[in-house]
């Protein structure tokens, strides 16, 4: 929803700003849960309840504050002989395991028409760059969403394509700035992050709507080892 | 002696935070409130034109439809609007000041107490109750009839009763808080910088009244 100033202080201070508002919801939930749990009056099942809420709350939390801090600390790329199928299956098998309790199952394809095994990577931070593309596709209304690499030229170019609800072009314009979020208790960095990787890695993100239905976000990664 | 069933006021909670309207919920139904829930603005907007509300209680920022256009949209499609109290949890003196352009005066920051909640949630009940004829005489009552007016977007009265307030007692931030907004929804910067410094002489822990200054610095 912002964009964050060109100015490095003004930037910290709007950064700040807007991540104290994330961690101020989880908060205030846990202090009113605190406060009914304290009055001693509630039903068991609704203390339970409320517990649970708590509970969760504070697994969020720790979930928004990694988040953060990851987006404002990536390390530099450590390029290393990354295995291409290993890698997209795994972040496949990651993403869909977590979400595997909240969502109707989505066909999730992977794909390797690179001709090659291996690319010269980081391979941790090309995993968390697919997995936040990969989430955000899968919280798209998607039916079918599919994980693909192909090369062109020296680059490997990994595409996640899906058949969800689309992206309009105001949206495109601001999908990858962060705290931008259209989804409900999102923080709005995953993008943000997945764009950092790509740049540190030399490559570039970009988001194209696939009407009549879909999204297919496509990295660019120049290979490191050639 | 025959008991009078009094009726239940009606709240509408809009917020995106799934925890936020299940504590808020918890924490304010009973007998004197019932209350509904929408998970954003869309749905916040299509229910209030189904069902009349007592009170709404909405979250600024939400994905799609803020708390804002929603008020907006609101306000354009009945004449009839009902008062609303902005939850947020970071106050951002444009938004607030737009929301009270909106009627909606009142708010509370996250992380808030049950407690507060359910007192702002009557003090605007009661204000809202309160009989058109009814003629204030303490600076509290000056205050309140002050924040109905400024509710029903009349600016002026507003101000003339925080006038009044102020010469009562001249020693409530809140008042001089209250005057810069109406100040500054007339556009009248400068008179409000000045009301909003008094406030912060008064209460220099008034955080929204710091927040306006530095917002009319910057």
């Known amino acids: ?226 | 002696m025959d008991m009078v069933a009094v009726e239940k006021k009606n709240i509408l909670v809009v917020d995106d935070e799934k925890n936020i309207r299940f504590t808020v919920t918890h924490a304010l139904t009973s007998d004197e409130f019932e209350i509904d829930e929408a998970s954003n603005g869309i749905e916040g907007l299509k229910k209030s034109q189904e069902r009349s509300y007592d009170l709404l209680l909405v979250d600024l920022r939400m994905p799609g439809m803020t708390g804002i256009e929603m008020l907006r949209e609101i306000r354009r499609r009945k004449e009839d609007t009902p008062p609303a109290v902005v939850i947020t949890a970071y106050g951002i003196p444009q938004q607030l000041l737009e929301a009270a352009s909106l009627g909606a005066i009142d708010y509370v920051r996250k992380p808030f107490s049950i407690q507060t909640l359910r007192s702002i949630v009557r003090t605007i009940l009661d204000r809202i109750n309160l009989p058109g004829d009814f003629l204030p005489v303490t600076a509290t009552e000056h205050l309140e009839v002050a924040k109905r007016k400024l509710m029903f977007g009349d600016g002026d009265g507003a101000k003339k009763h925080l006038q009044q307030a102020i010469a009562l007692d001249p020693r409530n931030g809140e008042d001089f808080l209250l005057l810069g907004v109406c100040l500054l929804l007339e556009e009248n910067r400068d008179q409000a910088k000045e009301a909003f410094q008094r406030a912060l002489m008064i209460d220099p822990l008034n955080k929204t009244a710091s927040e306006y200054l530095a917002w009319l610095a910057a």
């Open chain 1, 1 to 226: 929803m912002e964009t964050l100033s060109k100015d490095p202080t003004t930037a910290v201070a709007e950064f700040v700003r807007l991540f104290a508002h994330e961690l101020n919801n989880p908060l205030a939930t846990i202090r009113m849960s605190a406060e009914m749990l304290q009055t001693g009056t509630l039903p068991p099942e609704m203390q339970n309840e409320i517990v649970d809420v708590v509970f969760n709350e504070t697994i969020r939390m720790e979930a928004l504050i990694e988040q953060a801090v990851y987006y404002t600390a990536i390390p530099p790329a450590n390029p290393l002989p990354v295995e291409i199928g290993q890698l997209l299956e795994t972040v496949r098998d990651a993403e869909t395991n977590s979400i595997a309790e909240e969502a109707s199952p989505i066909a999730v394809e992977v794909a390797n028409v690179t001709g090659l095994e291996q690319i010269g990577a980081d391979g941790l931070q090309l995993a968390r760059l697919l997995r936040e593309v990969l989430a955000n596709a899968l919280q798209s209304g998607a039916s079918r969403v599919e994980l693909s690499a192909r090369c062109d030229n020296d680059d490997i170019i990994f595409q996640v394509s899906d058949d969800g609800e689309g992206i309009s072009a105001a949206a495109a314009k601001k999908i990858f700035q962060p705290f931008y979020t259209t989804r409900e208790g999102r923080l709005g960095l995953g993008l943000a992050t997945a764009k950092r990787i790509a740049e540190q890695h030399g490559g570039a993100i970009e988001v194209t709507d696939a009407a009549p239905a879909g999204t297919i976000v496509s990295i660019r990664i120049p290979n490191s080892a050639r």
